[in-house]
């Protein structure tokens, strides 16, 4: 009996999870397994749920206080009603939409590269990106939001803010992609980190880069990523002098460092939102895996 029980609350949870992750995802979203389409415009998902990291804090005096089922309901996502903790009285109009958002940091704390931290509490505090809600009505100091759009669930204390369009440019045809390309000369940065704090990253990732408006990165601009071989600060794993030589495998009549060999052109990406010392970028080429701690460069 108790496996039983076991079984259906495990199959109610998973149907939950799977329900919830649909309503997150925008029937237009890209599947990330595929190359993106030439001449268009990264969508709504791409552009809204990248996350970003900024030097200026998002204020926290407007956040989603409850919502309906609040006695039992923990999750919102999208279609759900919530309410926010201001109402007529602090300015706030049927019609008003917000975007929702929240401060977040890896639960790992690892590190991927020596200075990977460092390079972080740099540039900023990173931000999820949760969707979009509508005021529907208001009351003199609450207010009842529908979220309109979702890309993961949001919960008690999420921030909002005024929402704001995110242009973007179009995407550059994938032929001009040069996988020999000479160093541009321009600002040379690093993959510091990944939406969702993953490690590695291909085509239709959203990466986050230490170069921004401070550096004269601006929306639409396109990041080349690439790689030096056999450079200690390279994250994929690696033996000493592997560029040139591995144990059993043949090796090079002399040894040759990074300074010495061509560097890996890994793909490029298009600059989708920026701060003062940090910009994301969404990968739009990828040749092959492109890690934390790779290095990008204005192209």
Same mark, same amino acid.
């Given at each position: 009996m108790r496996a039983n029980v076991a079984s259906l609350c495990l199959s109610l949870f998973l149907g939950a999870t799977a329900c919830l992750a649909q309503e997150a995802t925008p029937?237009?979203?890209?599947?990330?397994?595929?190359?993106v389409p030439h001449g268009l415009r990264?969508?709504?998902?791409?552009?809204?749920? #990248?996350?970003?990291?900024?030097? %200026?804090?998002?204020?926290?005096?407007?956040?989603?206080?409850?919502?309906?089922?609040? #006695?039992?309901?923990?999750?919102? #996502?999208?279609?759900?009603?919530? %309410?926010?903790?201001?109402?007529?009285?602090?300015?706030i109009r049927v019609g008003d939409r917000f975007s929702v958002v929240r401060p977040s940091e890896d639960p790992d704390r690892g590190t991927w590269f020596k200075w990977q931290n460092r390079l972080l509490k740099a540039m900023g505090t990173h931000y999820a990106d949760l969707g979009t809600v509508q005021v529907v009505s208001v009351l003199p100091n609450a207010s009842v939001a529908q979220v309109t759009f979702s890309c993961g669930p949001m919960w008690r204390g999420d921030l909002l803010?005024?929402?704001? @369009?995110?242009?973007?440019?179009?995407?550059?045809?994938?032929? @001009?992609?040069?996988h020999f390309a000479p160093v541009s000369g321009k600002p040379v940065a690093m993959v510091v980190a990944q939406n969702g704090f993953s490690q590695i990253a291909g085509t239709n990732s959203a990466v986050y880069i230490n170069l921004g408006t401070a550096q004269g990165v601006k929306i639409g601009d396109y990041v080349r990523m690439f790689r030096y071989q056999g450079s200690t600060v390279e994250t994929a794993p690696l033996s000493k002098d592997y560029q040139y030589k591995v144990f059993g495998f043949g090796s090079a009549p002399k040894r040759y460092t990074w300074?010495?060999?061509?560097?890996?052109?890994?793909? @490029?990406?298009?600059?989708?939102?920026?701060?003062?010392?940090? #910009?994301?970028?969404?990968?739009?080429?990828?040749?092959?895996?492109?890690y934390s701690g790779d290095y990008v460069e204005l192209e």
């Amino acid at each position: 009996m108790r496996a039983n029980v076991a079984s259906l609350c495990l199959s109610l949870f998973l149907g939950a999870t799977a329900c919830l992750a649909q309503e997150a995802t925008p029937s237009a979203a890209i599947d990330s397994t595929q190359n993106v389409p030439h001449g268009l415009r990264p969508d709504a998902a791409a552009v809204y749920c #990248s996350g970003f990291i900024t030097d %200026h804090k998002v204020p926290d005096t407007l956040q989603i206080v409850s919502a309906e089922q609040s #006695s039992y309901k923990i999750l919102f #996502s999208r279609g759900d009603y919530v %309410h926010i903790g201001m109402g007529a009285g602090q300015g706030i109009r049927v019609g008003d939409r917000f975007s929702v958002v929240r401060p977040s940091e890896d639960p790992d704390r690892g590190t991927w590269f020596k200075w990977q931290n460092r390079l972080l509490k740099a540039m900023g505090t990173h931000y999820a990106d949760l969707g979009t809600v509508q005021v529907v009505s208001v009351l003199p100091n609450a207010s009842v939001a529908q979220v309109t759009f979702s890309c993961g669930p949001m919960w008690r204390g999420d921030l909002l803010r005024p929402y704001a @369009e995110r242009p973007v440019a179009p995407y550059k045809p994938a032929s @001009e992609f040069n996988h020999f390309a000479p160093v541009s000369g321009k600002p040379v940065a690093m993959v510091v980190a990944q939406n969702g704090f993953s490690q590695i990253a291909g085509t239709n990732s959203a990466v986050y880069i230490n170069l921004g408006t401070a550096q004269g990165v601006k929306i639409g601009d396109y990041v080349r990523m690439f790689r030096y071989q056999g450079s200690t600060v390279e994250t994929a794993p690696l033996s000493k002098d592997y560029q040139y030589k591995v144990f059993g495998f043949g090796s090079a009549p002399k040894r040759y460092t990074w300074q010495d060999l061509p560097r890996e052109v890994l793909g @490029e990406g298009i600059v989708i939102n920026t701060s003062t010392n940090a #910009s994301t970028v969404f990968m739009t080429y990828a040749t092959a895996e492109v890690y934390s701690g790779d290095y990008v460069e204005l192209e």
